[in-house]
């Protein structure tokens, strides 16, 4: 069964640093991984998708990497701003059945 | 593209009532949809996976006769809550596939 897991579960930092999310995940035979944003009582909005075959995408001041050998990947957001603050979540879909979610990782951006 | 669209956003029901959450896919057909449940602070579980067509296949732990699951196009999932009980109250979200996996934006259960 894939387990995920997120570190930290929450993170605080002053507008304007670089941070790194990090995901992990128990089975490395992972159709995609998807990283999605969630603010308080929102919906998901995805940020940035990986397929298996790639190493990492881009998308303005995100970046998210995917190494599949070693179960990781990980969201570089760069000069952070308070409206980066949200919960951000790391899913991975193994073949065709759903989505396994980390808990998440609890993001405040101070001004 | 690929837009799922939710409805209800939130619902306050009664004890006992039946609430029934319906997930459309705006431009895309999708085979498999899935239903998710999501409690305070914590991360999505699956419940449910809905595929056209056929029965949906259920989590364990997860009432296939409380959380009635229909898919009866390829862009149409409806969720029915039945009798439902405040321990019901929680976000369920929506899911469809075509290439990638596409949200609803959440539909809030509070049950009264």
């Known amino acids: 069964k894939q387990e995920v897991t997120q570190i930290p579960a929450a993170l605080s930092v002053p507008e304007g640093e670089n941070l790194v999310l990090n995901c992990s995940f128990t089975d490395s035979a992972i159709y995609n991984l998807q990283w999605f944003r969630q603010d308080p009582g929102k919906g998901l909005t995805s940020l940035l998708l990986?397929?298996?075959?790639?190493r990492e995408q881009t998308s303005g001041r995100l970046n998210a990497s995917l190494d599949k050998s070693s179960g990781r990947s990980t969201l570089y957001i760069a000069a952070s701003q308070p409206g980066d603050s949200a919960t951000y979540l790391c899913?991975?879909?193994?073949?065709?059945?759903?989505?396994?979610f980390g808990a998440g990782t609890r993001l405040t951006v101070k001004p | 593209g690929a837009v799922v669209s939710q409805h209800p956003s939130w619902v306050i029901c009664k004890s006992g009532t039946s609430v029934k959450i319906e997930c459309r896919s705006l431009d895309f057909q999708a085979t498999t949809m899935f239903w998710y449940r999501q409690f305070p602070k914590q991360s999505l579980m699956l419940m449910a996976t809905s595929n056209e067509g056929s029965k949906a296949t259920y989590e364990q732990g997860v009432e296939k006769d409380k959380f009635l699951i229909n898919h009866a196009s390829l862009t149409l999932s409806t969720l029915t809550v039945t009798s439902a009980h405040p321990e019901d109250s929680s976000f369920y979200i929506c899911s469809a596939r075509d290439r990638g996996d596409h949200f609803g934006n959440g539909t809030r259960l509070t049950v009264t």
């Open positions: 990986i397929q298996s075959s790639q």
């Open positions: 899913a991975v879909r193994v073949g065709n059945n759903d989505m396994r």
